[in-house]
């Protein structure tokens, strides 16, 4: 697994395109896609999946199997709407093959659900496009803040205010984390929060001209062409382009970036997940 680390958003993460897909917060205590079940997987309570390609969900039915021998509470499953039907079919098939009984919560969403993961804490859905139902998520810190009409007010006049007890602040769901599954360029459009988020993990699938991006949208992914020519929409703090395809290395993929996007310190908010075959 590849750790990538920025300031509270700490992530073990595998993000091989079309082999296996796992991001892994331990620290919120939720991942995001199963990929083959890594060990680290099986403590964490929460599972958000993007979609039900195998190379995102295959580990599922393991790391059920395995919180149940461990006697670990029963995970917290949230996935696509549109795909919990057949997947509890599988879930329980799986079940009967096994001889076990396990119990099986599977949680649809729809973008624009809400999650709440703790007090401060809640993951919405995303809309997101690919060639079967799929969302990204984002992670939603609760936060209180001064509201706009004041924010240009000096500091003494401020506590003031707020001495005499009036309305000032106001809750406000900031994205700290966002994660767009697979998906097409229009999830950026489509997605505040997700060029919000003070980290956004975005796939990247294709890189170069022998997959162009015509051949990335007929497949539901995107082209780093793509997401340079849409480098103005970035307001996050680090960007971390996933899910390349087995075709490239990481050097490879380092030097079609530095060579496409010659914007220093946009190349410095960058972090390549990308694994050596």
Known sequence: MIEFKHKEIHVDAIGRGGIETCYIL????????TGRCPDQLIDIPRIFLTHGHLDHSAGLPYY??????????????????EIVEP?????HLWQEIEGFKYEIKVQ???PGDVVPIRKDLTVRALKSSHRVPCRGYAVMRKSRKL????LEIPGREIKRMKDRGEDIFEDRDLPVFAFSGDTTIEFLHDNEE?????????????IDDKRP?????????????EVIANMHLFHNERIV?????????????????????????????????????
């Open 194 to 206: 997700a060029r919000n988020a003070s980290v956004l993990f975005i796939e990247c699938t294709y």
């Open 108 to 110: 649809g969403l729809t």
């Open 26 to 33: 331990a620290n919120f205590q939720l991942a995001f896609d």
């Open 147 to 150: 509201k706009d009409q004041f």
């Open 213 to 225: 991006v015509s051949r990335a949208r007929e497949w539901g992914h995107i082209h780093l062409d």
């Open 87 to 91: 997947l509890t079919k599988i879930l």
């Open 64 to 81: 059920i199997s395995q919180r149940s021998l461990r006697h670990l509470p029963p995970p917290e499953i949230f996935c696509p709407a």
């Open 241 to 277: 382009l996933t899910h390349f395809s087995k075709r490239y290395n990481r050097r490879y993929i380092q030097q079609v970036l530095s060579r496409k996007l010659q914007d220093a310190a946009m190349l410095e908010r960058i972090f390549v997940l990308a694994h050596d075959h």
